[in-house]
């Protein structure tokens, strides 16, 4: 009798486990692709004619490579959805340069705008991150069980 409380107890914590998991996906699933489409939407809507601008003879680049880098985030936000660990460090990846690049190129505050436009990204990352790790311990529980 004893024996089997204690298995009914492992597998409810490895349901509420397995559930936990389900949500920080999802959560961070959420929070990737809803940055990705805004990013995107406004690079189409401002950023391209913002950098076919000429000012004097010069053609602003900035507009490209910010769209070229919110390209490669949103790419990346759909590769998390098959490929996890890949995934989450390529949005990770592409956090972290939009980041250097807003620091890079903003004039007046950076911290705040640096952590607007790559912060989506590298959180949502790290919950990939926290839920690859936690698929791990529910394994391990597993196998104990």
């Known amino acids: 009798m004893d024996r089997e409380s204690g298995r009914e107890s492992k597998e409810i914590i490895i349901h509420k486990a397995m559930n936990i998991r389900k949500i920080i996906i999802w959560l ?7 940055s ?3 990013f995107l ?40 959805w098959r490929w996890q660990k890949l995934g989450a460090i390529l949005l990770f990846i ?11 190129t903003a004039r007046a505050n950076r911290i705040l705008v640096s952590a607007m436009v790559g912060g989506p990204f590298i959180v949502s990352s790290l919950l990939f991150f926290l ?13 104990i069980k």
């Open 41 to 80: 939407i406004f690079v189409i809507g401002e950023g391209v004619f913002e950098a076919t601008e000429q000012i004097g003879n010069k053609i602003r680049i900035e507009g490209f490579i910010l769209a070229g880098l919110f390209i490669f985030a949103g790419i990346s936000s759909l590769i998390v």
């Open 28 to 34: 961070a699933r959420l929070i990737c692709i809803v």
């Open 131 to 143: 839920a690859e790790h936690d698929k791990k311990k529910t394994k391990e529980l597993m196998v």
């Open 94 to 104: 592409s956090g972290l340069f939009l980041v250097l690049f807003v620091v890079a």
């Open 36 to 38: 990705a489409l805004f």
